[in-house]
């Protein structure tokens, strides 16, 4: 698989990455509870001999640490690894005083534990919201990388406001965002100001978390604008002979407004796929130039936490 620039932070890394939160949790539409421990490291390897070199999770995502510091302790090849430091806890409520040195550097020490490493990556502040406005996680993150304990920090985050927040910190090297070809918000201006700054972009959400698959047929009527856009992606991806996962990931992949996507999948089928769409190229210009057309009446609906608490059945 080619490998890309990560931002200017000297670092290279497989265009395609491997998120893990579906390793740890009940994730996405679906919720499905995460296979075995055997057959996780079974993907995670996939992953790595498919020229997967960017692993990204998280303290908050279960046992996704343990389990990726499993299957590459000590091993030769290690992929880069981005964990993050959570600022909220499962239920959304903010940890106690989750600015304080104490708490970042307690989440740091037992990540480096479960990953079986002596230095963390790339460490992110958790879905960053009003983080920055805390100037002492900001010299907490810096100084972890002035000791040598961490090699670059950034901040994952979700909707418009807090990127555009995060990229005001001067300090800040990596920045996960939200782009999918129902959400391209980011590409007129903050994007291309990331890049300007040498902050290294991982996109995510390229599925919108299975919206962009058969899942959409099981949406709730409250979800009917979003169900509505996402069949009309599949009508151009069935037009282009293309199924939609393919066409989903080609399409932020080689949109060239990032460094590395990532895509999580507990299923090596959905695994082998991404990594087939990861050496196909861009999607030819005419699917693209159709797809430009496709919006979302209820651009709230693109935003995951205001989805209702509606169970969707599995179709697995
Ligand atoms: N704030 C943050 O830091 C943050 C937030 C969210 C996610 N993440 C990271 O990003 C990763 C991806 O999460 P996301 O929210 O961006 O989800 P996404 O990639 O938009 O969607 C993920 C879901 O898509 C489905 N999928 C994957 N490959 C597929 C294929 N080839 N065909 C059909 N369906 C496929 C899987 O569901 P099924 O297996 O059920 O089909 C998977 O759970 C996570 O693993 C996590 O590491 C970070």
């Known amino acids: 698989m080619e490998t890309v620039d990560f931002g200017t932070t000297g670092l290279r ?3 395609l990455g491997l998120g893990t ?3 740890g949790l009940p994730y996405g539409l679906s919720k499905e509870s995460p296979p075995d421990d055997a057959a996780c490291i079974r993907l995670l390897h996939q992953a790595v001999d498919g020229g997967v070199t960017y692993i990204d999770t998280a303290a908050a995502y279960g046992r996704s640490e343990e389990l990726v510091g499993l299957a590459f302790g000590g091993h030769p090849s290690r992929p880069l690894i981005a964990t993050k430091v959570a600022l909220r806890d499962a239920a959304g409520d903010p940890v106690a005083a989750p600015d304080q040195p104490e708490h970042v550097r307690a989440s740091v020490h037992r990540s480096l534990r479960l990953l079986q490493t002596d230095n963390l990556d790339i460490l992110q502040i958790h879905s960053a919201a009003d983080a920055f406005l805390h100037d002492e996680l900001v010299t907490t993150m810096q100084g972890l990388v002035d000791e040598g304990i961490v090699g670059i920090w950034g ?3 979700y909707g418009l406001e807090a990127p555009a927040d995060a990229l005001e910190e001067a300090k800040l090297r990596v920045l996960q965002v ?3 070809v129902l959400d391209r918000r980011l590409e007129e201006e903050l994007l291309p100001k990331a890049r300007r700054q040498g902050v290294a972009i991982v996109l995510r959400s390229v599925f919108l978390q299975g919206v962009l698959s058969d899942r959409r047929r099981q949406l709730p009527s409250s ?6 856009a996402a069949d009309e992606v599949a009508l151009i ?5 293309l199924s939609l996962s393919q066409l989903a990931l080609r399409y932020v992949l080689f949109s060239d407004v990032g460094n590395v996507t990532i895509v999580g999948t507990a299923h090596a089928q959905e695994l082998a796929q991404n ?3 990861s050496t196909a190229g861009p999607l030819p210009s005419d699917v693209v130039a159709a797809l430009s057309h496709v919006e979302v009446e209820d651009s709230e609906l693109l935003h995951p936490s205001s989805w209702p608490e509606q169970p969707i059945p599995s179709t697995r």
């Open 275 to 277: 990594l087939a769409a």
């Open 21 to 23: 939160v579906e390793l």
């Open 178 to 180: 939200a782009y999918n």
């Open 13 to 15: 890394c497989s265009r």
């Open 155 to 157: 901040a994952s985050t």
């Open 223 to 228: 979800m009917a604008s979003l169900a509505r």
């Open 237 to 241: 991806s069935d037009q282009a002979g």
